[in-house]
């Protein structure tokens, strides 16, 4: 969809075509927020190995 010429500005929450679609942020800013009830993993807590 992002690369789609018909689908100019679908990346937009605010773009008609990604409401009707309810597709939500797809602008690269908006990859990486915590989203539903999902919560920012502690940076202190390491890596399992």
């Known amino acids: 969809m992002l690369f789609d010429p018909k689908l100019g500005g679908i990346a937009d929450p605010e773009d008609p075509a990604n ?3 309810g597709v939500g942020g797809l602008r690269a800013a908006a990859w ?16 399992r190995r």
């Open 32 to 47: 990486f927020e915590p989203f539903g009830s999902h919560s920012v993993r502690d940076p202190g807590r390491g890596f």
């Open 19 to 21: 409401q009707s679609m």
